[in-house]
């Protein structure tokens, strides 16, 4: 389930699980062996981020190429839905939990979605005993360490989300102000 690389510090996976709080949307990813971790671990501040999760910041990694390494596990889906929060994306949640799993570019050539990484199974964000073949301590740090981007820093909130160590970065400084909110 894992592999230790030269690249990053701390174990990565080279497949996880996840899904909705209720159980009826699950879903697999199988990570390339290219798969850029750090880059690849983001943050969003945008307002439609903070509405979708109630969240001040909304943590997601980027799957990509989608087409390939995300797989819905129980085809029959009933309750996964989608609503259109602008032209330029969908966001996708569970019609019977609410819970919000990813969003997706409306555009048919980006080949990639931003999962929510809360949606992630407990034993790939924090490991523990488990017979998963997953390291005691999980895969937290490669699936949401904060290394890539932090998208809309120009709605950080004074002292609450413009100093927090996940996004890496001190009070006042900025990695990159986004335009339109997907």
Same mark, same amino acid.
């Given at each position: 389930?894992?592999?230790? $690389?030269? !690249? ?5 996976? /080279?497949?996880?699980? =996840?899904?909705?709080?209720? &159980? ?11 798969? %850029?971790? #750090?880059?690849?671990?983001? !943050? ?8 979708? /999760?109630?969240? +001040?910041?909304?943590?997601? @990694?980027?799957?990509?190429?989608? $087409? !390939? ?10 309750? +996964?839905? @989608? ?14 939990? =609410? $819970? ?5 570019? #409306? ?10 990484? &809360?949606?992630? %199974?407990?034993?790939? #964000? ?11 301590? &999980? ?8 290394? =890539? ?12 989300? %413009?100093?927090?160590? +996940? ?10 102000? =986004?335009?339109? $909110?997907?």
């Amino acid at each position: 389930m894992s592999s230790e $690389s030269k !690249t990053f510090p701390f174990p990565i996976p /080279t497949s996880i699980t =996840g899904g909705c709080l209720c &159980g009826s949307v699950r879903y697999r990813v199988t990570f390339p062996p290219d798969h %850029d971790f #750090l880059r690849f671990s983001q !943050t969003c501040q945008c307002t439609q981020c903070r509405k979708q /999760t109630g969240s +001040l910041f909304f943590a997601e @990694h980027v799957i990509a190429p989608a $087409s !390939t390494a995300f797989t819905l596990t129980n085809k029959e889906n009933p309750t +996964l839905k @989608h609503y259109s929060t602008s032209p330029k994306a969908y966001r996708w949640f569970c019609s019977n939990c =609410g $819970s919000f799993l990813y969003w997706q570019p #409306l555009d048919n050539e980006k080949d990639y979605i931003c999962l929510a990484v &809360g949606s992630i %199974d407990q034993v790939y #964000l924090a490991g523990g005993e488990n017979d998963e073949g997953v390291p005691k301590e &999980g895969y937290g740090l490669a699936l949401v360490g904060g290394g =890539g981007e932090h998208l809309f820093c120009q709605n950080e909130i004074k002292g609450v989300t %413009d100093d927090i160590p +996940l996004l890496g970065r001190k009070r006042g400084t900025r990695v990159m102000d =986004g335009g339109e $909110s997907a």
